[in-house]
C-alpha cells in the first residue's frame, strides 16, 4: 500500500479535528472563559476587605457602607433618581443609617469556598474584577430575628474592592446597568427565615 503523500494527510488532518474542535468550542461556550479563582494576594486582599465591610455593618457605620458601593453603580443610581451625584452619597448615607436603626445586622459570614471571579473589559477599557459571594447574617427588629441570605457582588476596580449586597431585582438592574456583562448572569434570590 502506497503511503499517503504529505497533501494527502493535510487534506486528512483537519477532517479528523473537526470532532475535537466542536468539543472545545462548546466548553468554551459553556464555561466562562476567564473564570479562575483568585491568587493568594488577591484573596488576602478581598478578605481584609470583606472583615472590614461587615465590620462597618455590625457597628452601624452608614458612611463607611456607602463608601464601600462600586462608584459605577452610584452613578448609575444617581441617573435613575435624579439626585446630583455629589448629593447622593449624603442622601444614601442617611437612608443607611434610618435602615440601621431599625434593623441591626449581626453574625455576617461569607462563603467564599469555591469562589471563581472572571474579569470583564468595559466600555471605556477599564478592567474588573468580579464575583458573587454567598453571605448570611442575622437580622434584629422590631423585637424579630430573621436569618437573611443574599448573594453579596465583589467587584475590584483600580485596586479596591467594592461590595453591593443582591437583596433585589432592583439592585440587580441596576448593578447590570453599571456592569453590562451582569446582564446575562443568574444570581440566586435573597432568603430571609425568622429565627426563634
Do not use: H
Request: with cysteine; charged share 25%.
Amino acid at each position: 500500500m502506497a503511503e499517503p503523500s504529505q497533501c494527502e494527510f493535510d487534506m486528512r488532518a483537519p477532517a479528523l479535528l473537526r470532532p475535537l474542535a466542536a468539543i472545545l468550542l462548546l466548553l468554551l461556550w459553556v464555561l466562562p472563559a476567564t473564570a479562575r479563582p483568585l491568587t493568594d494576594v488577591e484573596g488576602r486582599r478581598l478578605d481584609r476587605a470583606l472583615s472590614t465591610y461587615f465590620g462597618d455593618w455590625e457597628r452601624g457605620d452608614a458612611a463607611k457602607i456607602v463608601a464601600k458601593m462600586p462608584p459605577r453603580l452610584m452613578g448609575v443610581f444617581a441617573g435613575a433618581t435624579g439626585v446630583e451625584a455629589r448629593n447622593l452619597s449624603a442622601m444614601l448615607v442617611e437612608q443607611v443609617r434610618a435602615q440601621l436603626k431599625a434593623v441591626r445586622a449581626s453574625d455576617p459570614e461569607a462563603d467564599r469556598d469555591g469562589l471563581m471571579v472572571e474579569e470583564a473589559t468595559l466600555a471605556d477599557g477599564t478592567t474588573v474584577l468580579w464575583g458573587l459571594i454567598p453571605v448570611r447574617f442575622v437580622s434584629k427588629g422590631g423585637g424579630e430575628a430573621q436569618l437573611n441570605e443574599q448573594p453579596l457582588l465583589v467587584i475590584r476596580e483600580g485596586g479596591t474592592w467594592y461590595f453591593l449586597r443582591i437583596d433585589g431585582p432592583e439592585w440587580r438592574g441596576l448593578a447590570a446597568i453599571a456592569y453590562p456583562f451582569l446582564a446575562g448572569v443568574a444570581m440566586p434570590e435573597p432568603r430571609v427565615m425568622p429565627l426563634r
